[in-house]
T-cell receptor, first 117, second 113 residues
């Protein structure tokens, strides 16, 4: 398997522009997660899905952020309008089953580095 | 919710020495404790994990210990090599409270040749 695939790997945009990050989870995985990584706040969970349904979005910073999972093999994280403080590395991850059971493991993608000028 | 503290934030060791990274967690219900290694420009990758029904787990040069009473767990790397240089994250998960991991702040490990 190719692992979790994210695109773009790097995005530079200007404040106010819309940003869309994309993720393809590992085939067969039923959980998908979006994380944000910054020096100040570390790894933060933004939202996660189970079988394409959003389960917990309490980590989404504000209404400018939205995430969708239209099918089992694709998810997007959208920021509109973007601001400089959104600059971070955004990771998508997937798992088969819940993590605290014996077979749970979280697999991360390579990340999308976003810079908002 | 769960809170995970990780120390130290940076650690420098000579090649061949051992490295120890420590984490504490706040919720006694947590039962799954993975460790991730993140190399520059890449996503975190699971290197070892432990569940609350065991106190120690080893995988070659890497070991993790868990003290549920004290609510802390540690990563031990023996015979460190330059390729062990990376950022290491601990995490904890509470069963039946959603399928979520709470991460520690990370430790940057530098192994000097």
């Amino acid at each position: 398997d190719a692992g979790v695939i994210q695109s773009p790997r790097h995005e530079v945009t200007e404040m106010g522009q819309e940003v869309t990050l994309r993720c393809k989870p590992i085939s067969g995985h039923d959980y998908l997660f979006w994380y944000r990584q910054t020096m100040m706040r570390g790894l933060e969970l933004l939202i996660y899905f189970n079988n394409n349904v959003p389960i917990d979005d309490s980590g989404m910073p504000e209404d400018r952020f939205s995430a969708k999972m239209p099918n089992a093999s694709f998810s997007t994280l959208k920021i509109q309008p973007s601001e400089p403080r959104d600059s971070a590395v955004y990771f998508c991850a997937s798992s088969l089953g819940v993590l605290w059971r014996n077979t749970g493991e979280l697999f991360f993608g390579e990340g999308s580095r976003l810079t908002v000028l | 919710g769960e809170n995970v503290e990780q120390h130290p934030s940076t650690l420098s060791v000579q090649e061949g020495d051992s490295a120890v990274i420590k984490c504490t967690y706040s919720d006694s219900a947590s039962n799954y404790f993975p460790w991730y290694k993140q190399e520059l420009g890449k996503g975190p990758q699971l290197i070892i994990d432990i569940r609350s029904n065991v106190g120690e787990k080893k995988d070659q040069r890497i070991a993790v210990t868990l003290n549920k009473t004290a609510k802390h767990f540690s990563l031990h790397i023996t015979e460190t090599q330059p390729e062990d240089s990376a950022v290491y994250f601990c995490a904890a998960s509470i069963p039946n409270a959603g399928n979520m991991l709470t991460f520690g702040g990370g430790t940057r490990l530098m192994v000097k040749p």
